[in-house]
């Protein structure tokens, strides 16, 4: 059937590089897989949503402290961009409750809103299925002729290196020997 799978999602770079005709994106981390489809179906509430934000420490750390189950999709897509461009380097990472727990970054003046860019991942989204699942979903889904790109989380080399989790549930060298 020709269809591309990124099972891995995350920031979707070998996706937006290549376009394929056919595509199927999931990930785990279930904010992420929103703000997908928040980009994909409403962009233009999104980008009224994301121009309320304000670059500063006490508001990121506002921002930061939401919990997502009292948010709308809207709300939880413009949370994640917006911690994102604020954050410390860009890093997605949560604490073992699953709270985004990334510093405030220290920028000249990020750029919260791009609205040419999130127009065009948009148009690029229209015929795309974004889905909040495990990659063994696309092992039950995936035919012959399917291209699958795996990007899984990278395991630490030993237990001095930093980990950034992107879900609560870790993946880790259990989880790359099983997918291997």
Not at 69 to 78: G, Q, R, T, V
């Amino acid at each position: 059937s020709n269809t591309y799978y990124e099972p891995f999602v995350g920031g979707g770079a070998v996706f937006f590089d290549l376009l394929p005709v056919k595509a199927e994106l999931s990930d785990l981390n279930k904010e992420l897989v929103i703000t997908y489809n928040v980009i994909k179906n409403d962009v233009e509430n999104l980008i009224i949503s994301l121009k309320k934000h304000v670059y500063d420490k006490e508001y990121f750390l506002t921002i930061r402290s939401q919990k997502i189950e009292d948010l709308s999709d809207i709300e939880i897509a413009s949370r994640f961009i917006f911690l994102n461009k604020t954050g410390f380097n860009g890093m997605y990472r949560v604490n073992k409750k699953g709270q985004f727990n990334v510093p405030f970054g220290n920028y000249k003046n990020p750029t919260i809103c791009d609205e040419n860019n999130l127009r065009h991942v948009s148009r690029e989204l229209q015929m795309v299925n974004i889905k909040h699942s495990d990659y063994k979903t696309v092992l039950n889904t995936a035919v012959k002729g399917d291209f699958i790109y795996f990007d899984p989380p990278y395991h630490p080399l030993n237990s001095t290196s930093s980990f950034t989790a992107y879900t609560v549930n870790a993946f880790l060298e259990k989880e790359q020997l099983e997918l291997r």
